[in-house]
C-alpha cells in the first residue's frame, strides 16, 4: 500500500519561499512519477509540476515556470516543492500525487491528503 504525506504548507507573505515535503511509504516509490497539484477556493483542482521517477525530467506549468522547482530523494521517499516569489494567487490546498508524471490528474494513482498554502499580499 501506498500513502502519501503533505507537511511544509502555511501563512507566507508575497515574494516569500516556502517548501513543500511528501513523504510517500510502501516499497514502490522508486517506479513512479510524482506530482504537485493544487486548488484554489472555488476553484478546480489544477496541475502544478512533475517529475519523472528518475528524477532527471521535470515539467511546470506556466503559471508557476521558473518560480516552482521539484526534487525527490529515493532515499527518505520523498519529493520536495520549492516555491519562490509567492503571490497572493498561490494560495491554494496543494497536493502531492505518484502516478504516470503527465498533467492529467486521472493518471495518478494515490493522493496525498494535501497542505495548505496561503500568500497574504
Known amino acids: 500500500q501506498v500513502r502519501l504525506v503533505e507537511s511544509g504548507g502555511g501563512l507566507v507573505q508575497a515574494g516569500a519561499s516556502l517548501r513543500l515535503s511528501c513523504r510517500v511509504t510502501?516499497?514502490?516509490?522508486?517506479?513512479?512519477?510524482m506530482g504537485w497539484f493544487r486548488q484554489a477556493p472555488g476553484k478546480e483542482r489544477e496541475f502544478v509540476g512533475a517529475?519523472?521517477?528518475?528524477?532527471?525530467?521535470?515539467g511546470y506549468s506556466d503559471p508557476v515556470k521558473g518560480r516552482f522547482t521539484i526534487t525527490r530523494d529515493t532515499d527518505t521517499k520523498s519529493v520536495y516543492l520549492e516555491m519562490n516569489k509567492l503571490r497572493p494567487d498561490d494560495t491554494a490546498v496543494y497536493y502531492c500525487?505518484?502516478?504516470?508524471?503527465?498533467?492529467?490528474?486521472?493518471?495518478?494513482?494515490?493522493w496525498g491528503q494535501g497542505t495548505q498554502v496561503t500568500v497574504s499580499s
Open positions: 517529475i519523472s521517477a528518475s528524477g532527471f525530467s521535470t
Open positions: 500525487a505518484a502516478g504516470w508524471g503527465t498533467a492529467r490528474q486521472d493518471e495518478y494513482d494515490y
Open positions: 510502501g516499497r514502490t516509490f522508486k517506479n513512479y512519477a
